[in-house]
């Protein structure tokens, strides 16, 4: 059982100080011209001195890395040049954790989140037999007994199961990608920033029904990286600072390979676990968010999580959808960078930056007025965990 005490007196403890990405769409149309690609490290590099660079730190100021689960720590450690005194390893949100985790331990007292993947590059396959390292990692990840062989086939089997029970539709589906492509349209690192019209998204070939190649998430290179300290020393450096409020996660692993969790409740128990947690740190509540940061592998994501996380009422994600309220100018905006599905395939980690952008006001045309919490959230295969972030005044 988690500790809410304990977990409130971290709240706001510690920043944001330093982001950093690497050119997306860029090198995204240098592999479509058969140019030299960059390897996942050297993007996590150039990532990491963007980080640095933006925050005013300097290499030596590092005593903590945390890397993604596509770099080993030791090479990431030795190509940037840092010898910490605290280094893990983790996904986008639990990279976030662990350094806090090792900033209030006192064993860092400046940590480096890097993450780097040349994926298009490398021909990277996450479906299929040869999936990610074949039959070794499909025993664990994917669901081979019963035919299914990408988590495309089993968020598909969870949007039909979804539709059949509310009455959720394609062209539901098909606004909530118009409306991140919306969003990818006024940013300029985005790779698809073409507008997308419901007729257009319709005519889309059906990969696995009902999702459409527009329901499925880009595969291309890139690298991000954040810095992150205490909040005393963040309101001394070059940038607005941006406190980390709320955090929390919940695995839901029983019975997985059934599939029960995802066709019971679409991972609302977890969704439900996990908005206790980083609600009651942030001492705020879903009404008091100003933009959703939501893992976006699918466009059916989407819908699970905003119902989940108390945004709306279990079953009513087409009302918001319909309204609007989660494109540009709505009222719920989310992926406010063009998410996975049109910015950037990077397994989350695009999405923090987009946050700490948002709530220092440097997002451009994209930008939403005043916002005061940007929350991000994730589910993937029942892995649900949620970061609240939080502008404060320099």
Same mark, same amino acid.
């Given at each position: 059982?988690?500790?809410?005490?304990?977990?409130?007196?971290?709240?706001?403890?510690?920043?944001?100080?330093?982001? @950093?990405?690497?050119?997306?769409?860029?090198?995204?149309?240098?592999?479509?011209?058969?140019?030299?690609?960059?390897?996942? !490290?050297?993007?996590?590099?150039?990532?990491?001195?963007?980080?640095?660079?933006?925050?005013?730190?300097?290499?030596?100021?590092?005593?903590?890395? %945390?890397?993604? =689960?596509?770099?080993?720590?030791?090479?990431?450690?030795?190509?940037? @040049? %840092?010898?910490?005194?605290?280094?893990? +390893?983790?996904?986008?949100?639990?990279?976030?954790?662990?350094?806090?985790?090792?900033? +209030?331990?006192?064993?860092?007292?400046? %940590?480096?989140?890097? $993450? /780097?993947? *040349?994926?298009?590059?490398?021909?990277?396959?996450? &479906?299929?037999?040869?999936?990610?390292? @074949?039959?070794?990692?499909?025993?664990?990840?994917?669901?081979?007994?019963?035919?299914?062989?990408?988590?495309?086939?089993? !968020?598909?089997?969870?949007?039909?199961?979804?539709?059949?029970?509310?009455?959720?539709?394609?062209?539901?589906?098909?606004?909530?990608?118009?409306?991140?492509?919306?969003?990818?349209?006024?940013?300029?690192?985005?790779?698809?920033?073409?507008?997308?019209?419901?007729? *257009?998204?319709?005519? &889309?070939?059906?990969?696995?029904?009902?999702?459409?190649?527009?329901? !499925?998430?880009?595969?291309?290179?890139? &690298?991000?990286?954040?810095?992150?300290?205490?909040?005393?020393?963040?309101?001394?450096?070059?940038?607005?600072?941006?406190?980390?409020?709320?955090?929390?996660?919940?695995?839901?692993? #029983?019975?997985?390979?059934?599939?029960?969790?995802?066709?019971?409740?679409?991972?609302?128990?977890?969704?439900?676990?996990? *908005?206790?947690?980083? $609600?009651?740190?942030?001492?705020?509540? =879903?009404?008091?968010?100003?933009?959703?940061?939501?893992?976006? #592998?699918?466009?059916?994501?989407?819908?699970?999580?905003?119902?989940?996380? @108390?945004?709306?009422?279990?079953?009513?994600?087409?009302?918001?959808?319909?309204?609007?309220?989660?494109?540009? /100018? &709505?009222?719920?905006?989310?992926?406010?960078?063009?998410?996975?599905?049109?910015?950037?395939?990077?397994?989350?980690?695009?999405?923090?930056?987009?946050?700490?952008?948002?709530?220092?006001?440097?997002?451009?045309?994209?930008?939403?007025? +005043?916002?005061?919490?940007?929350?991000?959230?994730?589910?993937?295969?029942?892995?649900?965990?949620?970061?609240?972030?939080?502008?404060?005044?320099?």
């Amino acid at each position: 059982m988690y500790d809410p005490d304990r977990l409130s007196a971290m709240s706001r403890a510690f920043s944001i100080v330093g982001i @950093g990405e690497t050119d997306y769409a860029a090198d995204y149309e240098a592999h479509r011209r058969e140019n030299t690609p960059k390897d996942s !490290y050297e993007l996590a590099a150039l990532a990491f001195k963007r980080a640095l660079d933006d925050c005013g730190l300097e290499r030596a100021d590092i005593d903590g890395l %945390v890397t993604g =689960p596509t770099l080993a720590m030791e090479r990431t450690g030795e190509i940037l @040049g %840092v010898n910490p005194g605290f280094a893990a +390893q983790g996904d986008a949100v639990n990279a976030v954790m662990q350094a806090m985790l090792a900033l +209030q331990s006192g064993l860092a007292e400046c %940590v480096a989140v890097v $993450y /780097g993947n *040349a994926q298009r590059s490398g021909a990277i396959q996450y &479906g299929g037999p040869q999936a990610m390292g @074949g039959e070794r990692f499909l025993a664990y990840v994917y669901y081979s007994p019963w035919g299914l062989t990408s988590q495309g086939s089993l !968020y598909a089997m969870m949007m039909n199961r979804y539709m059949h029970d509310t009455g959720f539709t394609e062209q539901d589906l098909g606004r909530i990608v118009i409306g991140q492509r919306a969003f990818a349209a006024l940013n300029p690192g985005a790779i698809m920033r073409e507008p997308l019209s419901l007729e *257009a998204y319709l005519q &889309g070939r059906l990969i696995c029904e009902p999702l459409r190649l527009f329901d !499925y998430c880009l595969i291309n290179d890139g &690298g991000v990286a954040m810095i992150l300290t205490n909040s005393e020393r963040a309101r001394k450096l070059r940038q607005p600072p941006v406190s980390i409020a709320g955090i929390g996660r919940h695995d839901i692993n #029983s019975e997985a390979t059934s599939l029960r969790p995802r066709l019971e409740d679409f991972y609302h128990q977890g969704h439900a676990r996990v *908005a206790e947690q980083v $609600y009651g740190m942030a001492g705020i509540g =879903p009404e008091d968010v100003d933009g959703l940061q939501i893992y976006d #592998s699918f466009s059916a994501h989407i819908p699970f999580a905003i119902e989940g996380f @108390g945004f709306c009422g279990i079953g009513e994600a087409a009302r918001l959808v319909r309204e609007g309220a989660l494109a540009p /100018g &709505g009222r719920l905006p989310v992926n406010t960078s063009g998410g996975m599905l049109s910015e950037s395939y990077m397994q989350g980690w695009n999405h923090q930056v987009e946050a700490v952008r948002q709530l220092r006001l440097q997002a451009g045309e994209r930008q939403l007025p +005043q916002p005061a919490h940007v929350q991000y959230l994730s589910d993937v295969a029942g892995k649900v965990a949620s970061v609240i972030y939080r502008a404060e005044a320099a």
